[in-house]
């Protein structure tokens, strides 16, 4: 069973940037898809970004492209998420997600889920 630890979050101005990270352990990383939800308030959770673990494929949500980045750090078991060109609408709780299938955007894909990070972004 994999157990994930998210980190690096915080507070920012828009236009500032953010780096989140996903330690997993428990088991091998470099066989997990591994994906970045968030969920704000009163909202439900949506999918970010992800990275297929068999072939490095990325996925990102249309509302991050261009400004977030995923990347992964097998040999570490972390996995880590560039936030740039940060936006007020970006306040969220930041989730890390391991799937061992491929990526997908629905949160009902992922088997494992870390307790969240705090992003808030301020005018």
């Known amino acids: 069973q994999v157990q994930l630890v998210e980190s690096g979050g915080g507070l920012a101005q828009a236009g500032e940037s953010l780096s989140l990270s996903c330690a997993a352990s428990g088991g091998p990383s470099s066989r997990y898809t591994l994906g970045w939800f968030r969920q704000a308030p009163g909202k439900e959770r949506e999918f970010v970004a992800g990275?297929?673990?068999?072939?490095?494929?990325?996925k990102y949500a249309d509302f991050v492209r261009g400004r977030f980045t995923i990347s992964r750090a097998n040999a570490k078991n972390k996995m880590s998420l560039q936030m740039n060109s940060l936006k007020v609408e970006d306040t969220a709780v930041y989730y890390c997600?391991?799937?061992?299938?491929?990526?997908?955007?629905?949160?009902?894909?992922?088997?494992?889920w870390g307790q969240g990070t705090q992003v808030t972004v301020s005018a």
């Open positions: 997600a391991a799937s061992s299938g491929m990526v997908t955007t629905t949160s009902l894909g992922y088997a494992y």
């Open positions: 990275m297929s673990w068999l072939d490095g494929v990325t």
